[in-house]
């Protein structure tokens, strides 16, 4: 298992796994499981843009809460009499400017690249890239932003695969729609600012309040069914499954 990752590494992975040339897939990916990735971030994205081609299509999450209400951060986070001049700094969601955050550089890194386009909703946007990528960002509902509407939804109803490099299933973005299939997690009432008129409006959305509580069962389960193909990059794992499989069996266990 070589610790020094080059482009060409990445790509033999990838075609282990069966990815290639028109498949539309959603990736999961972080650079802290490895040890030296040549090129850093860019070099993943090269990895996956070549393997796929743009007949194919490459999706990833943009979520920024960071500019949700403070309102919604955990309790002493930000101190109670600070609230309001916090609120009112906050920028509006831009699709070119407000940077991803919590799902490490990839994505950040792949938001700037050529024909990279963005779905249009400021608390949880998707990026995209490829054939379909106008298909999978565009009419992303607002209110429960990840339901089978959602980029999220439009994967898997267009067959789409998920791929994960050094991400373990505990955080596995696709059993989030099983969530919303099974209805069974809190609904919250969310506060997002977006650019109106050349001024910042505050628009408020009902969403879940998700957690991945069994998802590392979920995972597990599909790995005793073999629906998951994986292989060794580096000293972690790279996972290859189908989304709708995925889907499929996180509502079943849900649902027990």
């Not at 792949?110 to 998707?126: I, K, T, W």
């Not at 919250?188 to 069962?217: A, F, M, V």
């Amino acid at each position: 298992m070589n610790e020094v990752l080059t482009k060409e590494d990445i790509k033999d992975a990838l075609r282990r796994l069966g990815v290639k040339k028109g498949m539309l897939i959603y990736v999961q990916a972080s650079l802290k499981p490895f040890r030296f990735i040549a090129g850093g971030a860019q070099t993943v994205i090269d990895a996956l843009m070549e393997t796929v081609g743009y007949e194919g299509t490459i999706v990833m999450a943009s979520p920024t809460r960071q500019i949700c209400d403070p309102v919604n951060l955990k309790k002493g986070v930000i101190p109670r009499d600070m609230i309001g001049d916090v609120r009112k700094s906050i920028p509006p969601f831009n699709k070119k400017l407000t940077a991803p955050t919590q799902v490490g550089e990839i994505p950040v890194q792949f938001m700037r690249n050529d024909g990279v386009l963005r779905s249009n909703h400021p608390m949880v946007s998707f990026l995209a890239w490829g054939k379909y990528a106008k298909i999978i960002v565009d009419k992303h509902p607002l209110h429960f932003g990840l339901n089978q509407e959602s980029p999220l939804g439009k994967l898997k109803e267009y067959n789409g695969y998920v791929v994960t490099l050094g991400i373990n299933y505990d955080k596995c973005d696709i059993f989030h729609l099983a969530q919303y299939s099974t209805m069974k997690c809190p609904i919250r009432l969310y506060s997002c600012p977006i650019e109106k008129n050349g001024s910042t409006h505050w628009i408020q959305l009902l969403d879940l309040e998700l957690n991945n509580k069994h998802y590392k069962e979920i995972g597990t389960l599909m790995e005793e069914r073999e629906v998951v193909k994986s292989t060794f990059l580096g000293s972690s794992t790279a996972r290859l499954f189908s989304a709708k499989v995925a889907e499929e069996t996180a509502i079943a266990y849900l649902n027990k």
